[in-house]
């Protein structure tokens, strides 16, 4: 069973930076796509970026496209998020998931998932 931890979520005014980082508990982590989704208060859970399991191939939401990038450590077993420019409308909470090898951007075809991490930014 694949456990993930978020950390690094916070408080930031619009403009700046936060950079979410996500711990992969399993073993085989070169064989997981890694993604980041957001939830916003009311709305449904979107898609923001993934990463395959080598880090070759990373993929992206046409909204953060340009201002975030996703990328991993296999050797520690991590993944994290780089966010600039951030924006009001990004505030969410973020949650990493993990699924088996095919990278994908639709929730349901990741089956698990962390608790998520607030992501809050002040206009």
């Known amino acids: 069973q694949v456990q993930l931890v978020e950390s690094g979520g916070g408080l930031v005014q619009a403009g700046g930076s936060l950079r979410l980082s996500c711990a992969h508990s399993?073993?085989?982590?070169?064989?997981?796509?890694m993604a980041w989704f957001r939830q916003a208060p009311g709305k449904e859970r979107e898609f923001v970026a993934s990463?395959?399991?080598?880090?070759?191939?990373?993929s992206y939401s046409d909204s953060v496209k340009g201002r975030f990038a996703i990328s991993r450590d296999n050797a520690r077993n991590m993944v994290y998020l780089q966010m600039n420019t951030l924006k009001p409308e990004d505030t969410a909470v973020y949650y990493c998931?993990?699924?088996?090898?095919?990278?994908?951007?639709?929730?349901?075809?990741?089956?698990?998932w962390g608790q998520g991490t607030q992501v809050t930014v002040s206009s």
């Open positions: 990463v395959t399991g080598t880090g070759a191939t990373s």
């Open positions: 998931a993990a699924r088996f090898w095919v990278n994908s951007r639709e929730i349901n075809d990741y089956d698990s």
């Open positions: 399993g073993r085989s982590f070169n064989t997981y796509v």
